[in-house]
């Protein structure tokens, strides 16, 4: 494990968050939906990588982007939008360890249930969300296995966007961090053990799926 710290004062995402979006605005479902799920892991302060399914911007901007795509497609871990029917992949998505929690919406439902941050401190599953000890590769209700699938060198090569509040840190000199391949307890976690009890921290924060879709523009994604 390799670990530069995201600032002095922040705790990297224990556990390794990829968000599939597109900047395209083809599908417009797809793109303010994109948004929408930046907008609230960047809102929570997750520390996670950006997987644009755009090609030509991935291809431009020298990203391994389409490598991760194309192997979560091949892998069968992809889900394909029911609203098409010409094999469209559903965008955007969201995978913690390996297993796909959803799209925006699916976010939103996760942090109202108070499931959200312990998906992303390993302590439940994402697939089940039954408890689970941080340091299982493998869920004891449901059998889902968990695994990282950014590989380190692509991280340590800037050839993929881990992102920060809305910020690329790995444009940032001495700002990175590689989410752990193997599974460890976290003795520092100062997660609260009560799922019953909602977390208090962002509910001054806006609401995340109540953004108009015009008050975005194309312009507002292609400069991360």
Same mark, same amino acid.
């Given at each position: 494990?390799?670990?530069?710290?995201?600032?002095?004062?922040?705790?990297?995402?224990?556990?390794?968050?990829?968000?599939?979006?597109?900047?395209?605005?083809?599908?417009?479902?797809?793109?303010?939906?994109?948004?929408?799920?930046?907008?609230?892991?960047?809102?929570?302060?997750?520390?996670?990588?950006?997987?644009?399914?755009?090609?030509?911007?991935?291809?431009?901007?020298?990203?391994?982007?389409?490598?991760?795509?194309?192997?979560?497609?091949?892998?069968?871990?992809?889900?394909?939008?029911?609203?098409?029917?010409?094999?469209?992949?559903?965008?955007?998505?969201?995978?913690?360890?390996?297993?796909?929690?959803?799209?925006?919406?699916?976010?939103?439902?996760?942090?109202?249930? &108070?499931?959200?941050?312990?998906?992303? =401190? @390993?302590?439940?599953?994402?697939?089940?969300?039954? !408890?689970? #000890? $941080?340091?299982?590769?493998?869920?004891?209700?449901?059998?889902?296995?968990?695994?990282?699938?950014?590989?380190?060198?692509?991280?340590?090569?800037?050839?993929?966007?881990?992102?920060?509040?809305?910020?690329?840190?790995?444009?940032?000199?001495?700002?990175?961090?590689?989410?752990?391949?193997?599974?460890?307890?976290? &003795?520092?976690?100062?997660?609260?053990? =009560? @799922?019953?009890?909602?977390?208090?921290?962002?509910? !001054?924060? #806006? $609401?995340?799926?109540?953004?108009?879709?015009?008050?975005?523009?194309?312009?507002?994604?292609?400069?991360?």
């Amino acid at each position: 494990m390799y670990e530069k710290g995201i600032g002095s004062d922040v705790q990297a995402t224990p556990a390794e968050v990829v968000l599939i979006h597109t900047s395209l605005s083809g599908i417009r479902r797809h793109f303010y939906g994109s948004l929408r799920a930046k907008q609230f892991l960047d809102v929570k302060g997750v520390v996670y990588y950006q997987i644009d399914a755009n090609r030509d911007f991935s291809i431009a901007a020298n990203l391994g982007d389409s490598e991760i795509f194309d192997n979560l497609k091949n892998e069968g871990l992809l889900k394909m939008d029911p609203l098409e029917s010409d094999g469209t992949v559903l965008l955007p998505q969201i995978f913690v360890d390996g297993v796909c929690i959803g799209n925006d919406v699916s976010l939103q439902d996760l942090e109202e249930d &108070n499931d959200f941050d312990w998906i992303i =401190n @390993r302590r439940a599953c994402g697939a089940c969300l039954s !408890d689970k #000890e $941080e340091d299982m590769e493998v869920c004891p209700n449901c059998n889902q296995v968990f695994k990282t699938i950014v590989p380190p060198e692509l991280v340590y090569s800037g050839g993929i966007q881990q992102m920060y509040r809305g910020n690329n840190t790995a444009a940032q000199e001495g700002v990175l961090f590689e989410h752990p391949t193997n599974f460890v307890k976290n &003795n520092n976690s100062n997660l609260n053990l =009560n @799922r019953n009890e909602r977390y208090g921290d962002y509910q !001054d924060e #806006e $609401e995340y799926d109540n953004i108009a879709e015009e008050e975005y523009s194309e312009l507002d994604i292609k400069d991360d």
